[in-house]
């Protein structure tokens, strides 16, 4: 027989116990810690965010925070917050938990957090197992699933994957069959989806992976996009169902259905992306951007970049004969940067200074 025990987190005064591996405490404000002391990482549970911690020089430090919004459009909706409940349930017998947030939005809608924790794993990767997103009565809205304080040093950009790699040892992963996935310069992270019926579940995660990719050493070119609103012609039909009243009895039916046609204009947006003249170093791990839209243009050719001017030159990323030109290299962490000797001073003062080059 199992045993289990629910906490509704609200109605509890602070509580600590353990459960094999984890520790976990309740504290009166509804706030809720799970913290797996072995691998130095902790995650605590708020009405309106969850929160990733990990230890850096002896103390706590945040290395993500998770949110959920739901949008009609453009317009964000607006929570019930004094209907969120958050519950822990606790088998002792298989020792894992579950804390389940509710959310309730005062349209209808609820959101279902739930993140699952097994005090037998010794695994960092697998804290918490999973974390399910529920979504009820949400159809034809739109969610979006959002981290905070990444360490991030790159630019913004798109994303195409399912997953993404910080610094700070974390990581993000993400349900496939998103609408768009961006990541932003001050360390954000966005997903959106289409809710297409009454009950749709998404499973996503921010995590400390055993061992963490990070972005090789090079160059490369940043996209920047704009959002675009316009207006977008949707089209509706409706049934309605009229008593069939014929004195006759030459109904076949008890009920005409008639469908109606309606068509209207509502808010939209789109993401408008092109390449720039801007650059993305990544030199032993750490990133810089440099904007070369005043010097002129660019090339990427393997573990070099090269920029010829525009006031002597054509522009082309190709450095050739009578050309201001300038030549970064990378070899085994060292970015080392050469100007043509003969480049002019007015030029010259176009182009980006590089903090973490080497040589020159």
Same mark, same amino acid.
């Given at each position: 027989?199992?045993?289990?025990?629910?906490?509704?987190?609200?109605?509890?005064?602070?509580?600590?116990?353990?459960?094999?591996?984890? %520790?976990?405490?309740?504290?009166?404000? !509804? &706030?809720?810690?799970?913290?797996?002391?072995?691998?130095? &990482?902790?995650?605590?549970?708020?009405?309106?965010?969850?929160?990733?911690?990990?230890? /850096?020089?002896?103390?706590?430090? +945040?290395?993500?925070?998770?949110?959920?919004?739901?949008?009609?459009?453009?317009?964000?909706?607006?929570?019930?917050?004094?209907?969120?409940?958050?519950?822990?349930?606790?088998?002792?017998?298989?020792?894992?938990?579950?804390?389940?947030? &509710?959310?309730?939005?005062?349209?209808?809608?609820?959101?279902?957090?739930?993140?699952?924790?097994?005090?037998?794993?010794?695994?960092? /990767? %697998?804290?918490?197992?999973?974390?399910? &997103?529920?979504?009820?009565?949400?159809?034809?809205? %739109?969610?979006?699933?959002?981290?905070? @304080?990444?360490?991030?040093?790159? $630019?913004?950009?798109?994303?195409?994957?399912?997953?993404?790699?910080?610094?700070?040892?974390?990581?993000?992963?993400?349900?496939? #069959?998103?609408?768009?996935?961006?990541?932003?310069?001050?360390?954000?992270? *966005?997903?959106?989806?289409?809710?297409?019926?009454?009950?749709?579940?998404?499973?996503?995660? %921010?995590?400390?992976?055993?061992?963490?990719?990070?972005?090789? @050493?090079?160059?490369?070119?940043?996209?920047?996009?704009?959002?675009?609103?316009?207006?977008?012609?949707?089209?509706?039909?409706?049934?309605?169902?009229?008593?069939?009243? #014929?004195?006759? !009895?030459?109904?076949? /039916?008890?009920?005409?259905?008639?469908?109606?046609?309606?068509?209207?204009?509502?808010?939209?947006?789109?993401?408008?992306? *092109?390449?720039?003249?801007?650059?993305?170093?990544?030199?032993?791990?750490?990133?810089?951007?440099? #904007?070369?839209?005043?010097?002129?243009?660019?090339?990427? @050719?393997?573990?070099?970049?090269?920029?010829? $001017?525009?006031?002597?030159?054509?522009?082309?990323?190709?450095?050739?004969?009578?050309?201001?030109?300038?030549?970064?290299?990378?070899?085994?962490?060292?970015?080392?940067?050469?100007?043509?000797?003969?480049?002019?001073?007015?030029?010259?003062?176009?182009?980006?200074?590089?903090?973490?080059? +080497?040589?020159?």
């Amino acid at each position: 027989m199992q045993h289990q025990v629910v906490l509704a987190v609200k109605m509890a005064t602070k509580t600590t116990y353990t459960l094999g591996a984890l %520790l976990i405490t309740l504290l009166i404000s !509804g &706030v809720v810690y799970v913290t797996f002391p072995d691998a130095n &990482v902790k995650l605590r549970i708020d009405e309106d965010k969850s929160t990733f911690y990990v230890i /850096e020089d002896s103390r706590w430090v +945040v290395s993500g925070r998770e949110y959920n919004s739901l949008f009609e459009g453009t317009t964000k909706m607006n929570r019930r917050s004094s209907g969120i409940t958050i519950n822990i349930t606790t088998d002792y017998d298989n020792n894992q938990t579950t804390i389940k947030r &509710v959310t309730p939005y005062i349209r209808g809608p609820i959101i279902i957090d739930t993140y699952t924790f097994d005090g037998q794993n010794t695994d960092v /990767e %697998l804290f918490p197992i999973k974390h399910i &997103v529920e979504i009820i009565n949400g159809s034809d809205l %739109l969610y979006r699933y959002e981290v905070k @304080d990444l360490d991030y040093n790159g $630019s913004r950009k798109k994303l195409y994957d399912i997953s993404m790699s910080f610094g700070k040892n974390m990581k993000v992963a993400w349900q496939k #069959d998103y609408r768009w996935a961006w990541v932003y310069a001050d360390g954000i992270l *966005k997903v959106q989806y289409d809710i297409l019926s009454d009950y749709q579940k998404f499973e996503v995660r %921010l995590f400390d992976p055993l061992d963490v990719l990070v972005e090789k @050493d090079g160059f490369s070119q940043v996209t920047e996009c704009e959002t675009i609103d316009y207006f977008e012609k949707v089209i509706t039909y409706h049934n309605y169902s009229i008593p069939c009243n #014929d004195i006759n !009895g030459t109904c076949k /039916e008890p009920f005409y259905i008639i469908t109606t046609r309606n068509s209207s204009l509502v808010p939209a947006q789109r993401e408008e992306c *092109k390449l720039v003249e801007k650059y993305s170093f990544t030199v032993n791990k750490s990133a810089e951007e440099k #904007d070369f839209t005043a010097f002129g243009a660019c090339k990427v @050719d393997g573990n070099t970049l090269i920029c010829d $001017s525009r006031d002597d030159g054509n522009a082309d990323g190709v450095c050739q004969s009578g050309e201001t030109c300038v030549t970064y290299e990378l070899d085994n962490g060292s970015l080392t940067v050469t100007e043509d000797k003969d480049a002019l001073d007015f030029v010259k003062n176009k182009i980006p200074v590089v903090s973490m080059a +080497v040589a020159k």
